[in-house]
């Protein structure tokens, strides 16, 4: 069997030997029914356990509803309960998870011994890794435009699952064929009246250069495009994509191709899934019919995971392979090209379901309630709209013109009465037709509170003010409630999801160094020594000092949180110092007031060098140490020496909004005198 890596662009693994195993090489018909057959039993369970649950809640947040048992002048309003509380959900776990300026940290501390004495510290420091990671991940621009930063990336991943029960992030890397322009000059020469050639100013051209450059890709994978094991075993992934027959002849040609030349070149041309073009419409609301363009679509089913025969025996372990239009195998199985040995997908739900594969999405619940409450306003609207018009009763044959009402009567209608007409009777004559019963409207709003409640997404959080008599108490405590809800989604997202993409992100990069670690831009990210001594390396060193020892330290509101607590305890301290005249007078003589401050800055999250006196102030104030206390000049410089100020926090900055205050109030319950400090 090969062992070869290297990116995309290793060996085919070998077959098992005949000899040896007593089994046959699997022909390519086979791997391609064996993969099918792995598909068809992923999706059946799919299916029937989660799809048609998602496809209602895509329908509640496009706000689609059937309206085909709807007569002719009944109401289909749809309320936008869902849709607002999802695009609130989603911007409040974007902002728990990256909002609140750096929200990773990472450790190398553990990749090389240090230096000896007298000798130049070259290693990669744990910053240095996160100025790498932080450029790759920013928008970078490609052939098809410009890519999302890693924010919007887990941004769409999140608002996914919050429909579709799972977030799926793709880490990945490819050759992508970029474009620069370069200036060359050519020479010019000018021919005089008596033939002679003299040269004259050069021509500048602007030329694009055309180059193939290795890029990070993270991007977000439909769930209707994943095939995961139904036995919970993770035995394998399956990734459907689409692209144009284009794209698949040019990834199977050059130095670093993908797929096989010949294969490609017998596969269909065409390959039109309609039920996966449906699939795309109810999710996005938009057609994606190409039926009038010439372009050529292909289906691609990218296989990770161990493929067993239908014997039972394990023919590949951990391999990747490709087909085409569920027909034919441009790739064959080939060892994991990923130095992590790992499948590239990241995977999380954000409700969690033991034992299961699919889990729960947050507004499983949530839809069938704002459809009732559709159904309900629907009624509640039909009544008033009948109680203001009512029934209409005609004698048509007393108007002058019939056709008038052809339509229905509408609103101010004047009608013009046949002479012949009895006098004091009506032609038309309005009946009470309906009235909205007082039930309905308690009804509705109870059905509100359980949809609030079904979606942890209060009339506060929407911007609203509650309506009756709600004490402050209670909304206090539904506020609470609802930020602990989303604070412990958002803590299972930190260490089960972007954790794990941060450290895949990190060695898919540095199994290709050699693709930019070699870029001037560098040695300005890292500095010249430490870019010098990362180029001498191979890319298996680098892989190995640096990779396995690494270490990712995940934060964004969980950082918050623990600020908040370490605030509260400090103004604790403080009020129980102040309570108590023998803590006090002990106190003044063992702490530090200004580690007391250092401590405060940092709970507060907060640069005390914004907050410090300027040059200018401090000569001003030791001015008027002389003046008041009658001290030498130097005894007032030596006292002026010792003044010294905190350390400032080595993360985030005073332009947080008030994180501390708007988290968890730590300033409840303590009285006016702690404030004082």
């Not at 040609?253 to 041309?269: F, I, S, T, W």
């Not at 039109?272 to 109810?282: F, G, I, K, N, S």
């Amino acid at each position: 069997m090969s062992e070869e890596f290297g990116g995309f662009a290793g060996a085919y693994i070998d077959e098992a030997d005949p000899d040896e195993e007593g089994l046959r090489p699997l022909s390519d018909a086979e791997i391609v029914q064996i993969i099918l057959a792995y598909k068809k039993d992923s999706e059946d369970v799919r299916k029937e356990q989660r799809d048609s649950i998602s496809d209602a809640n895509m329908d509640c947040y496009f706000l689609r509803q059937d309206v085909s048992n709807k007569v002719r002048g009944q109401s289909t309003e749809y309320l936008p309960d869902v849709a607002q509380a999802a695009d609130h959900a989603g911007a409040l776990i974007k902002r728990g998870l990256t909002g609140y300026g750096q929200y990773f940290d990472v450790d190398l501390s553990k990749a090389m011994p240090a230096p000896l004495p007298g000798q130049p510290d070259t290693r990669l420091t744990g910053e240095d890794a996160e100025k790498i990671l932080r450029q790759h991940l920013e928008p970078q621009q490609t052939p098809l435009g410009e890519t999302p930063s890693l924010p919007l990336v887990l941004e769409d991943a999140v608002k996914t699952a919050l429909f579709q029960s799972l977030a799926i992030i793709k880490v990945c890397g490819d050759f992508l064929v970029t474009g620069h322009m370069k200036l060359e000059q050519e020479p010019f020469f000018a021919e005089l009246d008596d033939g002679t050639l003299i040269q004259g100013e050069p021509i500048e051209r602007l030329i694009l250069d055309e180059i193939p450059e290795w890029k990070l890709r993270i991007y977000v994978v439909r769930p209707k495009d994943i095939y995961l094991d139904p036995t919970g075993e993770n035995r394998f992934i399956i990734e459907e994509s689409e692209c144009d027959y284009h794209e698949v002849m040019e990834a199977a040609q050059g130095e670093h191709a993908l797929y096989d030349a010949e294969a490609v070149a017998r596969m269909p041309r065409d390959f039109r899934d309609a039920d996966r073009d449906a699939e795309l419409q109810t999710e996005t609301n938009e057609s994606v019919q190409l039926g009038k363009s010439a372009r050529k679509r292909t289906k691609l089913l990218e296989f990770w995971g161990d493929i067993i025969d239908t014997q039972g025996n394990l023919r590949y372990k951990n391999v990747m392979a490709t087909v085409a239009n569920e027909h034919t195998l441009i790739q064959r199985p080939l060892k994991n090209p990923y130095w992590h040995q790992r499948k590239p997908y990241v995977i999380s739900p954000l409700i969690r379901v033991p034992f299961s594969v699919w889990h729960r999405a947050v507004f499983d619940y949530a839809v069938p309630l704002n459809e009732a409450e559709n159904e309900l306003f629907n009624l509640i609207l039909d009544g008033a709209i009948q109680a203001v018009w009512g029934i209409r009763e005609v004698q048509a044959d007393m108007l002058e013109n019939e056709k008038d009402i052809e339509q229905g009567i509408p609103q101010a209608f004047t009608a013009l009465r046949k002479p012949e007409a009895p006098p004091g009777v009506p032609s038309i004559m309005v009946t009470q037709g309906g009235t909205v019963p007082p039930e309905s409207l308690a009804t509705l709003q109870l059905l509100s509170q359980r949809l609030q409640q079904a979606t942890m997404i209060n009339e506060i959080r929407l911007g609203q003010t509650p309506g009756g008599k709600t004490t402050a108490t209670a909304v206090s405590e539904a506020q609470a409630s609802s930020s602990m809800y989303f604070e412990s989604i958002i803590f299972d997202l930190e260490q089960g999801f972007i954790q794990p993409l941060l450290w895949m992100s990190w060695l898919t990069l540095l199994q290709h160094v050699k693709e930019w670690g070699r870029k001037p831009a560098l040695r300005n990210l890292i500095g010249e020594n430490t870019a010098r001594a990362l180029a001498q390396m191979s890319p298996e060193q680098v892989f190995m000092t640096y990779g396995e020892s690494a270490a990712f330290r995940v934060y964004g509101l969980s950082s918050v949180l623990a600020r908040t607590k370490e605030f509260q305890k400090l103004m604790a301290f403080l009020d129980m110092m102040q309570r108590n005249d023998m803590l006090k007078q002990e106190a003044a003589k063992l702490l530090s007031p200004r580690r007391l401050i250092d401590q405060i800055c940092r709970a507060l999250n907060l640069d005390f060098s914004q907050l410090e006196m300027t040059d200018e102030e401090k000569l001003e104030q030791f001015g008027q140490m002389v003046q008041q206390s009658g001290f030498s000049g130097q005894d007032a410089m030596g006292n002026a020496e010792g003044f010294g100020r905190p350390s400032a926090p080595s993360r985030g900055g005073s332009s947080l909004p008030g994180e501390i205050r708007q988290v968890s109030n730590p300033m409840a319950g303590l009285n006016s005198r702690q404030r004082s400090y």
